[in-house]
C-alpha cells in the first residue's frame, strides 16, 4: 500500500513535535487500504518523492525552520507528514502562537464536538500575536463556541432528517451529497457539520455503511450528480478515493461527481501529481474548494488550484460569510479576484448556519447583500458569488440578492443598476403592472 511503502523505511516521520504521537495514532487506520477484500482492487500507486515539487513561500520556510528545524522540505511537502503532525494540543499550539487566555481556556474545555486540528502549514499563515485575526478566529477556539443562542441547532440544515442510510444526503431530487468520511485536515470553528464528528461510532470510512451509500444511489435513477463531502474526501488515501470514485462512474445514471474540499487551502500538499492524474480519470469532475480569506491565497495554494485546473477540473470557490473575518467588500474583493487569477470561479458566498455557539461569527443579512452589491457591476460577473441562506429546516439553499428591480411603471420593470440609477425596461409581454 501506498502508506506503508511511504513509511516502511520511517514509521515515525523525525522531529515529531511533543505531544503529536496519539494523534499520528489516531490517523494511521485512515491511510490503510479499502480492507473488504471482495472490493475491486485498483493498481497500487507508486510512492512519490517529490510530492508536491513547487517553490515553498519565504514565509512557510522561515516557519518550517523556526518551529520544525528537524524537518526536510521533501517531509514538509509530504501531505500525509501535514496531516499527521496536525496541531492538535494546547501546549504545541501555544509555542506557535501564543494562546490568548480566551482561546487557551476554549482549547482546555471544548463546548462541542469539533475537534482542534490545524496543520503545520496553516498554522504558518495565522499570526502570531493577533487572536483577531482572520485566520486565526477561523480555526483557534475561543470561549464564545460556550455561548448558545436562539435559533441554534446541532444540525440546523436538517440534513440528519434527509438521510435515508448512513453518508446519503437526498435533499434535492437530481443529486446527493455523499459523506464519505468524517475526518478534515484542519477544522473550522464555524463548520456546518460539526455534529458528525464527536460521533464516535459514526465514522464514514467504513466500507460497509459506502456500500449501502453507493447500493442507494445504484437504486435511484434519478440521481445524476453526487457531491462527495464530509469531512474532507481529499484526506482519504488515493486508493480509496479511487476507489469510491471507479464506483460512481460504474453506475450509469451518475452523469457527473463533484468533491467539496478545503485542502487545497489547509493542505496544498495535497494535490499531488499522483492525485490529479487518478482524478482527472474521473471526468467530469468538478471541485468545490473552500475559501475563507485572501491570506489563504499563498503561492503554495495557488500552485495547487493551478495544477487541478490543468488536469481539466472546474473549480469553484465556497465561501461563509463570517463577522469580523470576510465581511466587508474590500476584503471579499481580494478574494474573488485572487481566486479568479488561480482559475477558480466564485460560486457561493453562504450566509454562517446557525450552529451552536456561532453568534460570534454570524452578520446581518444586510452585510451579505451589501458585498454583493458592492461586487456586481463593479467587477465581472464571473467574480461575483450567489448569496445563499441554506433555510434552517431543511429548506435548501435559497439565493438573495439586492432589490435590484424596483417596481413597475406603465409597463415598464424600473431597476436600479450597480451606481444606483434608476432605468426603465419595456416589458411589453408581461401583465401589466404598476408600482403600488
Ligand atoms: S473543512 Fe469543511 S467539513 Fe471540515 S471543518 Fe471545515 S467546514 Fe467543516
Redesign the pocket.
Known sequence: MENETLFSEDTEPPGTMTGLVVAQNEVTDFFSSPTNNSQPSLAKSKPERLYFPFKDSPRSRAFRKKHYPDISRIEWFDWRWQFQNAIRDVQVLDTIIHLSDNERQAMMHPSGDLPVAITPYYASLISTEDPSSPLRRSVVPVVDECLHTKGEEEDPLCEDADSPVPGIVHRYPDRVLFLVTDI?AT??RY?T?SRIFGRQHQCFIDTAKWEKALAYIESNPNIRDVLLS???PLTLSDEKLEWLLSRLKDIPHVELIRIGT?APVVLPQRITPALVSMLKKYHPLWMSI?ITHPDELTPEMSAACIRLADAGIPLGSQTVLLSGINDSVSTMSRLVHGLLQIRVRPYYLYQCDPIPGSSHFRTPISKGLEIIQGLRGHTTGYAVPTYVVDAPGGGGKIPLLPEYATGWDKGDLLMRNYEGNIFRYPDNHAESKDIH
Open positions: 478534515c477544522y473550522c463548520c457539520r464530509g469531512g474532507d478545503k473552500h
